[in-house]
């Protein structure tokens, strides 16, 4: 399984915008669809976006269309999520997933590798 690390979480204000970095190692990222998730306070984990092995076919979540772009540069083995017009309720630990797979998937349960997650805070 490949390993994930995440980096570029910090505190923002309303209306900010913060890039999220995910580096992977020890496997084919090729092989990989890359997912970011989110988990706020007393709240469950919740899907936010992903993206295909090839980079051509992406997903987001309504709550973040228009807003968070994911995007991955296989030659560096990382995905990003960028991450504007922020919102207080933006506010939570944002975690990097992949899974091994040619689809697009959004399942939680098909994501194998999991990052440690980066604290994302958004003032108002």
């Known amino acids: 399984q490949v390993q994930l690390v995440e980096s570029g979480g910090g505190l923002v204000q309303a209306g900010g915008s913060l890039r999220l970095s995910c580096a992977a190692s020890g496997g084919s990222f090729r092989s990989y669809c890359m997912g970011w998730f989110r988990q706020a306070p007393g709240k469950e984990r919740e899907f936010v976006t992903a993206?295909?092995?090839?980079?051509?076919?992406?997903y987001y979540s309504d709550s973040v269309k228009g807003r968070f772009t994911i995007s991955r540069d296989n030659a560096k083995n990382t995905v990003y999520l960028q991450m504007n017009s922020l919102k207080p309720e933006d506010t939570a630990v944002y975690y990097c997933a992949a899974a091994r797979t040619v689809v697009l998937t959004t399942r939680p349960s098909d994501f194998g590798s999991w990052g440690q997650g980066t604290q994302v805070t958004v003032s108002s």
């Open positions: 993206i295909k092995w090839s980079g051509t076919n992406t």
